[in-house]
């Protein structure tokens, strides 16, 4: 089975940093990814790590600690924009489909504020 | 076009009615998911589909029913459903089964009253 844990709320000035941390515990882990969700929208992919360490996307960073069973999305310069539901992902082996699946948190809502 | 495309956007139906819900994918992907988004709760995948062939999970009540007709197209049947059933239901494509960038539509919004 999965367990994955994130916050449920964060609020953020915009310009600032904000750190979404999401934790897990999974077997047959291969890889971890991060959506964004805004209110109303489609969740729609952001970053993918696999091996540990720091994913640098623009504004956006991931990091990825297999040992620790934790990842943290980054977002520098907030930008009202951001203002949306952050999901974490485990994909693990899922026996239902024989195959490797994502397994997604409840989501962290961010609100960036001015 | 959208990579994703769901129809309808909204659905409001009796427990005793039969409707579908209806997705199409134009980004040539290989597989095709349905996920359940309840409030205050995770994404539930509910049905994966590769190449056109059915990966169930059992743990879906039989009162939603898939169907994959080709590729680009999927289906959700729903039956005698239950006002726990009222949630956002999202469709998903995938290049092949085993990757985790999925490519979502907008969601078909059902009440069930």
Same mark, same amino acid.
Request: net charge negative.
């Given at each position: ?46 970053? &993918?790590? @696999? ?24 977002? /520098?310069?907030?930008?009202? /924009?951001?203002?949306?539901? &952050?999901?974490?992902? @485990? ?20 609100? @960036?504020?001015? | ?48 589909? %590769? ?19 080709? %590729? ?35 969601? %078909? ?5």
């Amino acid at each position: 089975g999965q367990n994955i844990d994130q916050p449920t709320e964060m609020t953020a000035t915009e310009g600032a940093i904000v750190q979404i941390n999401c934790t897990y515990q999974t077997s047959g882990f291969n890889g971890l990814f991060w959506y964004q969700q805004h209110a109303g929208e489609a969740p729609t992919f952001l970053s &993918y790590n @696999v091996l540990d360490g720091l994913e640098e996307k623009g504004r956006f960073s991931s990091f990825l600690s297999r040992s620790k069973g934790y990842s943290y999305l980054l977002l /520098k310069e907030l930008q009202m /924009k951001d203002s949306a539901s &952050y999901l974490c992902a @485990v994909r693990d082996l899922y026996s239902g489909a024989g195959s490797y699946q994502l397994t997604f948190g409840k989501g962290t809502k961010l609100s @960036v504020i001015p | 076009e959208t990579g994703v495309t769901q129809t309808p956007r909204h659905l409001v139906m009796g427990m005793t009615n039969k409707k579908s819900l209806k997705c199409e994918q134009h980004l040539g992907h290989n597989a095709m998911y349905w996920y359940k988004q309840s409030a205050k709760k995770p994404l539930e995948l509910m049905f994966v589909y %590769s190449l056109e062939e059915r990966v169930e999970n059992n743990s879906v009540p039989s009162r939603f029913s898939p169907e994959c007709p080709n %590729s680009s197209h999927l289906f959700l049947h729903l039956h005698t459903l239950q006002p726990e059933d009222s949630a956002l239901y999202l469709c998903a494509s995938s290049e092949d089964r085993n990757t985790g960038e999925l490519f979502f539509g907008e969601g %078909s919004r059902l009440t069930v009253l």
